[in-house]
Nanobody, 125 residues
Framework: VQLQAYGGGAVQPGGSLRLSCAAS????????MTWFRQASGKDREFVGS????????YYADSVKGRFTISRNNAKDTMYLDMSALRSEDTALYYC???????????????????WGQGTQVTVSS
């Protein structure tokens, strides 16, 4: 399985951006695909997760109501639509997938075996 994250860039506060995570390989085995982010000098943190079969979504409180995760089934691609962006959203964003993670553990980065490379999001005026 390979994951490729892309779509990052620079945006002003209040702006919007869409990140994509293209998956290839045996993605049918995935239980969850998840977005994490890591700001400079900080730990990697959970952003939101998508139940691969079923489509349920879960979000960190810090992004709830501003970020939306969706999936294009035909393309095996997950999206992160970000709006009302703030300077504190600046980070390197990663997508991750797991065939074994359970709901109670989706926020743990250690539960994911498959990772895409990060894509940088910078929110600044």
């Amino acid at each position: 399985v390979q994951l490729q994250a892309y779509g990052g860039g620079a945006v002003q506060p209040g702006g919007s951006l869409r990140l994509s995570c293209a998956a290839s390989g045996r993605t049918s085995s995935f239980r969850y695909m998840t977005w994490f982010r890591q700001a400079s000098g900080k730990d990697r943190e959970f952003v939101g997760s998508l139940k691969w079969s079923g489509g349920n979504t879960y979000y960190a409180d810090s992004v709830k109501g501003r970020f939306t995760i969706s999936r294009n089934n035909a393309k095996d691609t997950m999206y992160l639509d970000m709006s009302a962006l703030r300077s504190e959203d600046t980070a390197l964003y990663y997508c991750a997938g797991s065939s074994s993670v359970i709901l109670s553990n989706i926020e743990s980065q250690f539960a994911y075996a498959y990772w895409g490379q990060g894509t940088q999001v910078t929110v600044s005026s």
